[in-house]
């Protein structure tokens, strides 16, 4: 692709709509090699919340960012921010401004929806994305692009539309950051077996959970070695009434169950948010 010339506008123009970066939930993650290049090769199911962190884009003459929100402590405004980086690949110049509702380094995406969200709002708005960008900016960025349920396989690059049912879901983070890069150094092997070639047609949550029960997340033990605390949350997710499946998401430490009903997975919303008040805890629907 060509480079890209700036495309800005006076700041009194119009705010593009708030777009929603949602959060991404790893159904299943299967650690299935690695690469000369130091590159893990997966294959997992990736599902996508109904809420996340949201994003509001102002065309302007310079790059700039502005992050509120619970979880906007700690969040950089400048280039190391993933957001900054997508705005600068795709030649855009404006402001803006991140409402971080998604805790970060928790498994589930934030910046790299927050990136994919950018680059789909300026897609929508006639920007041409260079080729690759998503892919350079991180593995889950071009699954976050998708936006919705996928098989994702090599290095994050491979994608497959998946069809699932509707899953009511409980996310869960205890407030530890897992760093990403010890998890992958305390894997026990990296040449584990991938998904069944042939995702099922599912009828609904019940026959989906069963299945995924049946799979795995890799990263998964070792997370709990760093942090204890993952497996006190799996264990009270698997503890609350009708939970059908529960599993760390990413590489952790946010965790998920999935439940029949969307009034069963609110119903465990509340009775661990009573217990552990310090926690995360948010009842959503996957796609």
């Known amino acids: 692709m060509t480079a890209k010339t700036p495309v800005s506008a006076p700041v009194s123009a119009p705010f593009l709509a708030p777009v929603l970066a949602p959060a991404k939930v790893n159904l299943s993650l299967h650690i299935t090699g690695r690469r000369d290049d130091g590159y893990h090769l997966l294959d997992s199911l990736v599902a996508f919340a109904d809420m996340g962190d949201r994003l ?15 979880f906007a402590s700690g969040v950089p405004t400048d280039a190391r921010n993933l957001v900054w980086q997508a705005a600068e690949g795709a030649g855009w110049t404006g402001h803006i401004k991140l409402a971080k509702n ?14 994919a969200a950018v680059l789909n709002a300026l897609a929508a708005q006639g920007v ?8 350079s900016l991180g593995a889950d960025v071009p699954v976050c692009v998708a936006g919705r349920a996928t098989r ?31 998890i992958f150094n305390g894997l026990e092997r990296r040449d584990n077996a991938p998904m069944p070639e042939e995702i099922p047609a599912f009828t609904g ?31 009270d997710l698997r503890g609350t009434s009708d939970a059908l499946m529960a599993r760390m998401s990413g590489s952790g430490a946010t965790c998920f169950a999935l439940y029949p009903t969307k009034k069963a997975a609110h119903m465990a919303a509340y009775d661990i948010g009573t217990e552990q008040a310090d926690w ?5 629907t996957l796609n």
């Not at 102002?58 to 992050?67: E, N």
């Not at 041409?128 to 892919?135: F, M, V, W």
């Not at 690059?157 to 890069?181: I, R």
């Not at 029960?213 to 006190?232: C, G, K, L, S």
């Open 56 to 70: 509001t884009l102002t065309p302007g003459d310079a790059l700039s960012i502005d992050v509120a929100g619970p």
């Open 102 to 115: 998604l805790p970060h380094g928790a498994g589930i995406g934030g910046g790299s929806s927050d990136a």
């Open 128 to 135: 041409d994305i260079p080729e690759g960008l998503a892919l």
């Open 152 to 182: 994702m396989r090599g290095i994050g690059e491979d994608l497959t539309a998946v069809a699932l049912p509707q899953l009511h879901a409980l996310l869960v983070n205890p407030g530890v950051h897992v760093p990403t890069g010890a």
């Open 205 to 235: 949550p019940e026959d989906c959970a069963a299945w995924l029960a049946e799979q795995r997340n890799d990263m998964e033990p070792p997370a709990i070695q760093n942090a204890p605390v993952i497996d006190r949350v799996l264990s």
């Open 280 to 284: 995360w805890c948010y009842a959503t």
